[in-house]
């Protein structure tokens, strides 16, 4: 036996190809004593998550799961689910925070006009003026709207992500428009 091939690591498993998978939502504070969470939904219709029937759940850390629910339904004007693993308060607790993901290939194609959030994270933002404004790093849902955070060095700006600030998507170059002001 060689011994080099004996020393060999064994191979370890695949990891999923993260663009396999687009976020969809998170789970948030537990909701009532049997483990259930709020959930919120990056869907348009926002309850159009609940369609979706399988989840993936993607820790802070990266690592990732698929979620096998155990109920989802609309709560109020929200969406509560409860996953396995959050039999509890306290385990739901521990998920809050957790990405849901749905595979790419579960998804319907985008309309024209339309675009997935993670396909345009990374795409470079200028204003209307041509000033680039840095890098579409992430999105943070907020009360009003979401909003779009673009970095360039150490500087953040929040672009709110109405169509009234979102001009144009050029998928082929990568970049967005914004109406927005360069110094704000």
């Not at 060689?2 to 948030?28: K, T, W």
């Not at 698929?66 to 409860?82: C, K, L, M, N």
Request: net charge negative; charged share 30%.
């Amino acid at each position: 036996m060689n011994s080099e091939a004996a020393d060999a690591p064994e191979p370890g498993p695949l990891l999923p190809d993260p663009g396999a998978y687009v976020e969809m939502g998170r789970l948030g504070r537990p909701y009532g004593v049997q483990g259930w969470s709020h959930v919120e939904s990056w869907t348009d219709p926002p309850e159009a998550l609940v369609g979706y029937r399988h989840w993936v759940l993607k820790s802070p850390d990266g690592s990732r799961r698929p979620a096998r629910r155990q109920g989802v339904r609309a709560q109020g004007s929200g969406i509560v689910a409860r996953v396995d693993g959050s039999e509890t308060p306290e385990r739901a607790a521990e998920l809050t925070g957790t990405v849901i993901e749905i595979a790419r290939s579960d998804l319907p194609a985008p309309g024209p006009g339309e675009y997935y959030r993670d396909d345009l994270r990374g795409f470079s933002v200028r204003n209307l003026e041509g000033a680039s404004l840095g890098v579409l790093r992430e999105f943070i849902d907020m009360p009003a709207n979401p909003v779009m955070v673009v970095v360039e060095g150490d500087r953040e700006r929040w672009v709110p992500l109405t169509r009234q600030h979102l001009r144009q998507v050029d998928a082929a170059r990568r970049e967005l428009s914004v109406d927005w002001p360069e110094d704000f």
